[in-house]
């Protein structure tokens, strides 16, 4: 199955970081995991991707698992407006995207 | 640079009708992707064009079509509009295909709905 499995929802308190998980066990070795975010009404936005090591942006972090098989989105310091729904990808299965249902994150003040 | 511009931004059509949705890509962007998104079944991909080819698509009947100009704008087409049609229909560019992990830049969608 190509799809990624993670929790429906997530809360956080503000100005703390915030760590969103995914698992994709049949992740084949040169699949990449992408994470998007949705605010909203617009439409998804690219948060971050990688391969095998762990990956930095301004964004957030991507955590990867050393079996590869899951991984770990990081904001480090959550505001407001980072309120969204998350979605973790595996490389683009088949030339075909397949978005999970998401995790919907909640920031409280 | 500006982003994707998908028009128009809302739109109400009849059982029947017909609709066309258009979708500029960022300037510089071969490949358009697009999807359609409900409460239900979420995020779903509709199809793929690149260099005026469609490359993959999913699983939406026939009514759903698409095509790709020269300058790399698309528009996607739904014949026989039913209710189930109702939704926010995302476009998506990137630099090259979704094969190569190019990061996808989206608009801010078309919201249909079917009466």
């Known amino acids: 199955d190509a799809k990624t499995t993670q929790p429906n929802s997530m809360e956080s308190n503000e100005e703390e970081p915030v760590h969103l998980p995914c698992n994709h066990s049949t992740i084949s070795g040169t699949d990449y995991i992408h994470w998007y975010r949705q605010l909203p009404s617009q439409g998804p936005e690219y948060v971050i991707h990688?391969?095998?090591s762990n990956v930095n942006n301004r964004m957030a972090s991507l955590a990867i698992a050393e079996d590869r098989k899951s991984s770990t989105l990081i904001l480090h310091r959550a505001t407001l407006r980072d309120a969204a729904v998350y979605y973790c990808?595996?490389?683009?299965?088949?030339?075909?995207?397949?978005f999970g249902k998401g995790t919907r994150l909640h920031i409280l003040p | 640079k500006a982003g994707v511009t998908q028009t128009p931004r809302y739109l109400i059509k009849t059982r029947g009708q017909q609709v066309t949705l258009s979708c500029s890509p960022i300037s510089g962007h071969r490949s358009v992707s697009w999807y359609q998104q409900t409460p239900g079944q979420g995020l779903q991909f509709l199809f793929e064009y690149f260099s005026e080819t469609q490359r993959n698509k999913g699983n939406f009947p026939g009514r759903f079509s698409g095509r790709q100009f020269s300058n790399s704008r698309s528009e996607m087409n739904v014949s026989t509009l039913e209710l189930g049609d109702s939704a926010l229909y995302l476009c998506a560019s990137s630099l090259g295909t979704t094969a190569t992990n190019e990061k996808l830049f989206f608009g801010s969608g078309t919201q249909l709905s079917v009466l």
């Open positions: 990688g391969l095998t």
């Open positions: 990808l595996r490389s683009y299965r088949d030339d075909k995207i397949i």
